[in-house]
């Protein structure tokens, strides 16, 4: 079975304070790992993907295998930011669970000025 | 491409009434999702189709509510009788080399 767990409902900082957002995941095999981003009654967009390897607005996140997590990281933490943030877990393709998404409960960040 | 389009954006109805919610996915994907949004469970997967099958629909909560893709371009979430504890946004989503969602349907049922 998948699981995504973010330990975190709510997470505040201020603004230009770094940020962390946890991420655990239970895959048995290789997983693809994503963040989507949800700003305020919008839809859900994808920020991260960990083949990628890339940042995107200031944001990174390194798949840890041996701690199953990948945490999204901040610096400098603009109110911008503020938003739900969900992290999202995929079979690899060519396994059975490919194209499946599974879903983290999310964590709302609140930058403050 | 004009993205995952999902009709309609708002509904409101009264209990017991039929609800059909609509989704194009983006041309080419193979993979199409439904998922329900609350506060208090979150994200949750309906339903998901591989190139017009129903893979995976275990999430769907109960009878009253089914799925049909009649075609790689279109595909319809059907609730009925609503209910009120059916309130929530209904997100489709579509999947090529990655996961693209819709802007969802906001169905409230009175």
């Known amino acids: 079975a998948q699981r995504v767990t973010q330990p975190e409902k709510l997470l505040s900082v201020f603004k230009g304070a770094p940020v962390e957002l946890k991420c655990n995941y239970s895959?048995?095999?290789?997983?693809?790992l994503f963040w989507y981003v949800q700003y305020s009654r919008q839809r859900l967009q994808l920020l991260l993907r960990h083949i990628s390897r890339e940042s995107i607005k200031g944001f990174t996140a390194d798949l840890n295998k041996g701690e199953t997590s990948f945490h999204l990281k901040k610096p400098f933490a603009q109110e911008e930011d503020s938003a739900m943030y969900y992290c999202a877990l995929s079979g690899h393709a060519g396994g059975t669970s490919y194209g499946k998404l599974t879903f983290g409960q999310g964590t709302i960040l609140t930058v403050h000025p | 491409d004009a993205g995952v389009i999902q009709s309609p954006r708002h509904e409101v109805t009264e209990m017991g009434q039929e609800v059909t919610l609509r989704c194009k996915p983006i041309?080419?994907?193979?993979?199409l999702f439904w998922y329900r949004q609350t506060m208090m469970r979150g994200l949750e997967l309906l339903i998901y189709f591989n190139n017009n099958v129903p893979i995976d629909d275990s999430g769907m909560p109960e009878d009253r509510f089914s799925a049909k893709m009649p075609n790689a371009s279109f595909s319809t979430l059907k609730i009925q009788p609503s209910e009120p504890r059916d309130s929530a946004v209904y997100f489709c989503?579509?999947?090529?080399?990655?996961?693209?969602f819709g802007e969802g349907s906001w169905l409230t049922v009175v």
């Open positions: 895959y048995s095999g290789s997983p693809e």
């Open positions: 041309s080419g994907h193979d993979y």
């Open positions: 989503a579509s999947r090529g080399n990655t996961i693209y």
